[in-house]
Structure formats: C-alpha cells, structure tokens
C-alpha cells in the first residue's frame, strides 16, 4: 500500500472519531495524503 493511500485512509479514521480534535487532525492528514499522492509519494 502507498503511503499516501495510507495517509488518507488513516485520515478519514480519525476525521470520523466522535473526539473534540479528531475532526481537524483527520481532514490535514488527508489533505496531507492527497498532497502526497500528487507529489508521487
């Protein structure tokens, strides 16, 4: 598996954790993953 599919798997996880900072934490590692993606990661 690809990191940056990794990152954004992860990502989507932890954006969808009923947790107070969850959903912040979740959305930059998946914009993190799909910057990866694009920069070939």
């Known amino acids: 598996m ?5 990152l954004v798997a992860i990502g989507i996880l932890v954006f969808v ?5 969850t959903f912040v934490l ?9 910057v990866a993606r694009l ?3």
């Open 26 to 34: 979740g959305a930059i590692l998946i914009l993190a993953g799909i």
């Open 2 to 6: 690809r990191l940056s599919t990794l």
């Open 17 to 21: 954790l009923p947790l107070p900072g």
């Open 39 to 41: 920069l070939g990661a």
